[in-house]
């Protein structure tokens, strides 16, 4: 739980201090001002409410979201700030998971799935966070769909929490973290460290048409980055959007071709089944989405910024001199050859000791670089 303090809206203003003044947590109601109304600012971040939903922007792009004519939490707006063009995102649920089989999105009222009970805005002190709640009462589920927006960073993050409610417990499923369906027919992909040597190798560039007869697919079963890195551009008139997943598990990204050179993009965990009990909320993967303008070759300076500014908070990236157990020992490590090494290496002036494969159970069963096996025992 980030710190904070709690402002809320509802007639008059009530200020609870919890931890410190570091950052704020400004709570509104649900009913949202008919006219457009500015929630929160951090320079040159902004949310705020609209008659269709909520708005979070800086100078760099614009992110809406808002209920469709079925009542379900759809993104109704993407482009570039100051923009006339849109990237016409379709009103497709951006958020599902499964409950036994059931598949549930986050709607405005849905009397056999959530129900919207609330909106806050958070100063996390790097940037602002949209908190949309949710309640499903069948199933004893409080959702929340997060969206951040951080000052002179073209990228959005977005994720959804999944919390019990009055001592219930759910197996949860097929876990979207993002859903998307807007314009733009070519991507470009990265291979894993797999990358099959006819193609180009290891984190080989692929460029691929989507159309309707051609979708494309990516996953990866283990390691994130095996078979290919968890991450897309689509090209359009519009620029260069970019999207992927923050997660070093299993994940798939579909892309679909629509009519009219439009591309759906799903990112999901479709090999993950997780429990959501009184003990244990489940968070799904954070996705991001991000525009700029130009072709891919200014994604990069764009993931730089949104890494140093919003994921290390302003800290630069400082490298340290690194010894790590890998290189020299694989998976064959004992507390007598680990001791030895890390005094060679502080005597060599390492300031920085990884611990790296070989520390749990099963670790080293086919041969000295094998960190597959005993995987995820936490033994």
Do not use: C
Not at 191 to 214: K, M
Not at 263 to 274: D, K
Request: no cysteine.
């Amino acid at each position: 739980m980030r710190r904070g303090v709690s402002i809320t809206v509802s007639g008059g203003v009530v200020v609870k201090p919890k931890v410190s003044w570091a950052s704020f947590v400004f709570v509104f109601a649900a009913v949202l001002p008919a006219h457009a109304a500015q929630l929160a600012s951090k320079e040159d971040a902004v949310v705020s409410s609209t008659e269709a939903g909520w708005v979070v922007s800086n100078a760099l792009v614009t992110f809406g979201v808002g209920f469709d004519a079925s009542g379900d939490l759809v993104v109704q707006d993407l482009r570039r700030t100051g923009q006339a063009r849109s990237w016409r995102p379709s009103p497709v649920r951006d958020t599902v998971f499964r409950i036994d089989d059931r598949e549930l999105g986050l709607t405005r009222n849905n009397a056999a799935g959530f129900r919207h009970v609330g909106a806050d805005v958070a100063d996390i002190g790097t940037g602002l966070e949209l908190r949309l709640t949710f309640e499903d009462l069948r199933d004893g589920i409080r959702a929340r769909r997060v969206y951040a927006i951080y000052p002179q960073v073209a990228i959005i993050e977005t994720w959804t929490e999944l919390e019990s409610m009055n001592g219930r417990s759910n197996v949860v499923t097929d876990l979207v973290p993002l859903q998307l369906v807007v314009d733009g027919g070519l991507a470009t992909t990265v291979d894993g460290l797999s990358g099959p040597e006819e193609t180009g190798g290891s984190f080989a560039v692929q460029h691929h048409v989507i159309s309707e007869d051609s979708p494309v697919v990516l996953e990866a079963h283990g390691r994130s980055t095996q078979s290919s890195l968890p991450l897309v551009t689509l090209a359009s008139a519009n620029g260069t959007l970019v999207s992927g997943l923050m997660w070093s598990g299993e994940w798939r990204m579909d892309l679909v071709g629509k009519p009219g050179t439009r591309t759906e993009l799903t990112a999901w965990l479709s090999a993950t089944t997780t429990s959501v009990t009184p003990t244990r909320p489940v968070s799904m993967p954070h996705a991001i989405v991000g525009l700029v303008e130009g072709d891919e070759s200014r994604v990069a300076p764009a993931l730089h910024r949104f890494i140093v500014s919003a994921v290390r908070g302003g800290r630069l990236l400082e490298p340290m001199v690194t010894y790590n157990t890998w290189f020299s020992a694989g998976s064959f490590i004992d507390e007598e050859s680990i001791e030895a090494s890390m005094h060679a290496a502080a005597a060599a002036g390492a300031e920085l000791f990884e611990l790296d494969a070989g520390w749990y159970e099963g670790a080293g069963e086919l041969d000295a670089f094998d960190f597959a096996s005993g995987l995820g025992t936490w033994r």
